[in-house]
C-alpha cells in the first residue's frame, strides 16, 4: 500500500490510476459482469511502459476485473443451469448459491474499486483482497 517508488505520482499520473479503478466498477455493473476489464486492459497496454504507478494501479484493477468476470460466469452458468432443473426441488440450490455470487461480486466490485480510487487519489497503490496476479 506504499508508493510504487520513492517519488511521487504526478496528478496526472494519480488521475489515470484512478480512472482505471473506477471505470471497472462502471462497465461491471452495465454489462452484467463481462466488460469490466476493458478500460484497465487499455490503460495497462498505453501506460505499461510510460509511468511504473499507472502500470501497477491497471495491471491490478484489470486483476480484480478478470476475478469478477469469473465469478459473474460462475454464478451465471449456475443460474442458467439451475432454472430449468428447478422444477426438482434440489436443483434450485444451484440458483440460490449463483445469486449469492452474484451479489457478493457486484458488493465487491463496487466497494474494493472505491477503496482503490481514495488510495490512487493519494498517491499509493492498492492491491485488492482476494485477488490473484494474471497481470503484473
Known amino acids: ?3 510504487i517508488t ?6 496526472e499520473e494519480r488521475n489515470m490510476a484512478v480512472i482505471s479503478h473506477v471505470a471497472m466498477p462502471i462497465g461491471t455493473i452495465f454489462s452484467a459482469g463481462t466488460i469490466g476489464w476493458l478500460v484497465p486492459l487499455v490503460l495497462y497496454i498505453l501506460n505499461r511502459k510510460r509511468s511504473q504507478f499507472i502500470r501497477q494501479a491497471s495491471a491490478n ?3 480484480f476485473a478478470i476475478m ?3 465469478w459473474s460466469v460462475a454464478a451465471w452458468l449456475l443460474i442458467l443451469v439451475g432454472i430449468p432443473l428447478s422444477v426438482f426441488v434440489f436443483p434450485i440450490i444451484f440458483v440460490i448459491i449463483g445469486a449469492i455470487i452474484a451479489f457478493a461480486a ?3 466490485s ?3 474499486p472505491i477503496i482503490a480510487c ?5 498517491g499509493e497503490v492498492y492491491c485488492y483482497p482476494l485477488t490473484p496476479s494474471f497481470v503484473s
Open 6 to 11: 520513492n517519488v511521487t505520482p504526478s496528478s
Open 118 to 122: 481514495a488510495a490512487a487519489n493519494r
Open 110 to 112: 463496487i466497494v474494493f
Open 68 to 70: 469478477m468476470f469469473i
Open 1 to 3: 500500500m506504499n508508493n
Open 61 to 63: 484493477a484489470l486483476n
Open 106 to 108: 457486484l458488493v465487491m
